[in-house]
């Protein structure tokens, strides 16, 4: 299954807010065998929210969408989903009912729109918070609170799935340089990718889809680089 991740809000593009939905998302649905190929920002503004989801919903399995829900001026993402998908933003009573129920709420206290999806989508509850979550078509429309958004998606995390990757590391503080002609030939001796993240040291990240081989990778690595203590 092949993912794209939209995260929603001007305070992101600013600095102002760290986007540690986007990292959050990317390592829970790796962890399913999801694969995240894209990671976009994009402003509080429809028209770009729209474009880049429409964009998005047609190239891969599901878009996951994350920020600017609920009933203020910047809150904007419910409509911009729906210009994706061509559909228009009206009231959900399910979401209504599930708030006035579930949530405490009285009717007369939700402030005009906080009930408003895309026409057709299907409420996914927010039991941390108050404006509901919703899934149109392959798009996914979560919070942008870190905690309403792990919760939401929770509920929903089953529908998200693909082959389990089992990983490795092996860190070494030889130069990344040095060891090109290394990590090509475990690549062909093994059915494994691997990846170098260079930093204080270089962290070797072995990725593939049989453990064993993944297990022997890492194995074979550590006999051929300068391996450092601990470095699973």
């Not at 593009?13 to 990317?26: K, Q, R, S």
């Not at 709420?105 to 999806?117: C, I, K, P, R, W």
Request: glycine share 8%; net charge negative.
């Amino acid at each position: 299954m092949r993912v794209a991740i939209v995260t929603v809000g001007d305070e992101l593009l600013a600095g102002d807010t760290v986007n540690t939905n986007a990292t959050w998302l990317c390592e829970r649905l790796t962890d399913r065998g999801v694969t995240v190929e894209r990671v976009t920002t994009v402003p509080d503004r429809v028209a770009d929210i729209a474009r880049v989801v429409n964009e998005y919903r047609a190239e891969y399995d599901a878009v996951v969408v994350t920020g600017g829900l609920g009933p203020t001026h910047d809150d904007v993402t419910m409509e911009g989903v729906a210009a994706a998908v061509g559909r228009s933003v009206e009231q959900h009573d399910e979401a209504l009912e599930w708030l006035t129920t579930h949530g405490g709420y009285q009717a007369g206290d939700l402030v005009e729109g906080t009930t408003h999806l895309p026409s057709g989508a299907r409420m996914l509850p927010n039991r941390e918070g108050v404006a509901p979550g919703a899934v149109v078509e392959s798009v996914y429309v979560l919070p942008g609170v870190p905690a309403e958004m792990k919760t939401m998606f929770e509920a929903v995390a089953e529908e998200f799935s693909g082959e389990r990757t089992y990983t490795a590391f092996v860190e070494t503080p030889d130069p990344e340089s040095s060891l090109i002609p290394v990590m090509d030939e475990v690549q062909s001796e093994f059915p494994v990718r691997v990846g170098s993240y260079p930093g204080d040291s270089v962290r070797l990240k072995i990725s593939g889809a049989e453990e064993a081989a993944v297990d022997d990778a890492a194995a074979w690595l550590r006999e051929r680089v300068t391996a450092m203590e601990d470095d699973a």
